[in-house]
Nanobody, 115 residues
Framework: QVQLVESGGGLVQAGGSLRLSCAAS????????MGWYRQAAGKQRELVAT???????NYADAVKGRLTISRDNAKNTLYLQMISLKPEDTDIYYC?????????WGQGTQVTVSS
C-alpha cells in the first residue's frame, strides 16, 4: 500500500513558477513508476509527466521545456518543477505511483495561473 500526499499548489501569475511535491509513504517508493496528471472541471484527466523507477522521464508536448519531473528516493518524494506558467496550466494536479499494475493516487493540489 502506498499513500500519496501532494503539496505546493497555489495561485501564481502567468510567467511565474511553482514546485509541486508528492510525499509517499512506504518503503518501496524507489521501485514504483511515478507521474503527474492534471484535470480541470469537466475535462478528462491529462497526463503531464512520468518518471520510471530508473529515472527516465517523459512529458506531454504541452509542457515540454517548462515542467520538470524528478524524484528523491531517499526522501520518498516526487517533484514537479513548473516554470513559465500559463493560464491554461490551471488545473488540479494529481500524482500517482504504479507498480505491477497497481495504481495509487494522491488527493490533488490546485494550481491556478492568473493572466
Amino acid at each position: 500500500q502506498v499513500q500519496l500526499v501532494e503539496s505546493g499548489g497555489g495561485l501564481v501569475q502567468a510567467g511565474g513558477s511553482l514546485r509541486l511535491s508528492c510525499a509517499a509513504s512506504g518503503s518501496t517508493f524507489s521501485t514504483h513508476a511515478m507521474g503527474w496528471y492534471r484535470q480541470a472541471a469537466g475535462k478528462q484527466r491529462e497526463l503531464v509527466a512520468t518518471i520510471t523507477s530508473g529515472g527516465t522521464t517523459n512529458y506531454a508536448d504541452a509542457v515540454k521545456g517548462r515542467l520538470t519531473i524528478s524524484r528523491d528516493n531517499a526522501k520518498n518524494t516526487l517533484y514537479l518543477q513548473m516554470i513559465s506558467l500559463k493560464p491554461e496550466d490551471t488545473d488540479i494536479y494529481y500524482c500517482y505511483a504504479k507498480r505491477g499494475g497497481v495504481l495509487y493516487w494522491g488527493q490533488g493540489t490546485q494550481v491556478t495561473v492568473s493572466s
